[in-house]
């Protein structure tokens, strides 16, 4: 059974990160990812806080190939900001390979890196870092 974005809000973290753990890497994404915060700072956001995120915050993520760059899309207005590389390579949180969005090339926040798996087709479950530290945990559907 495929998991949805409507099961991701409701899931613990726990939950996300055995999601997280037993995914495949996945493709890199190509195009617009619509997103939604589930954990900001550890505390659950995935209700209805989640929906006043994406509006005010947080659109999600837009993803290019050639190169394999993406961009934020933040603030009512879908600002473009925060550009960062996309790459394959090993986690920074735990085992195994991740794709990762790396701000350190292209952004002032040069300790930001984002992890993202493929939990099921064209939904892909991301913890965003500050170092190795976590800051968000977020889907993405595409």
Not at 4 to 26: A, H, Y
Not at 28 to 56: Q, Y
Not at 117 to 130: D, K, M, Q, T
């Amino acid at each position: 059974m495929a998991v949805t974005i409507k099961d991701l809000r409701r899931m613990s973290q726990p939950e996300l990160e055995q999601l997280f753990n037993s995914s495949p890497v996945g493709d890199i994404p190509n195009g617009k990812g619509t997103g939604t915060a589930l954990f900001v700072f550890g505390i659950h956001v995935g209700g209805w806080p989640s929906s006043i995120i994406r509006f005010l915050a947080w659109q999600g993520k837009v993803f290019t190939r050639d190169p394999d760059m993406m961009i934020n899309s933040v603030s009512p207005f879908r600002v473009k900001a925060l550009k960062a590389g996309v790459y394959k390579a090993k986690r920074i949180l735990g085992d195994g390979d991740a794709i990762i969005v790396d701000y350190s090339q292209t952004s002032i926040f040069t300790r930001a890196t984002d992890e993202l798996r493929e939990v099921a087709p064209s939904i892909y479950l991301g913890n965003a870092l500050w170092g190795k530290k976590r800051m968000t945990i977020f889907a993405l559907e595409l």
